[in-house]
């Protein structure tokens, strides 16, 4: 089992910054693929960005050059480094874990709120 749990989020103004954590139970940066997810209201939840055992990032058109995923592996935690905030970031969103050989072990964070509002 891993448990994850996302924090950092919160209300910003257009432009602002932000960073999201993502604390991990347990050492599982070497075998999952991490991944941050978003689901705005009404809306179905999307890919922001992921970042693979091996470092490789990848990230939805909507957020690059904004948004950088990094990882401190001493701490288990992943980040989610937002720049330049729009109003349509405005979501919950969402640590995902992936283990990059058996995809049904698959775990989510609770998520957290991120408001982007003049």
């Known amino acids: 089992q891993v448990q994850l749990v996302e924090s950092g989020g919160g209300l910003v103004q257009p432009g602002g910054s932000l960073r999201l954590s993502c604390a991990a139970s347990r050492s599982i940066f070497s075998t999952y693929t991490m991944g941050w997810y978003r689901q705005a209201p009404g809306k179905q939840r999307e890919l922001v960005g992921i970042i693979l055992s091996f470092g490789l990032t990848n990230y939805a058109d909507s957020v690059k050059g904004r948004f950088t995923i990094s990882r401190d592996n001493a701490k288990d935690t992943m980040y989610l480094q937002m720049n330049n905030l729009k109003p349509e970031d405005t979501a919950v969103y969402y640590c995902?874990?992936?283990?990059?050989?058996?995809?049904?072990?698959?775990?989510w964070g609770q998520g957290t709120q991120v408001t982007v509002v003049s």
């Open positions: 995902n874990a992936v283990h990059r050989i058996n995809p049904s072990s698959n775990y």
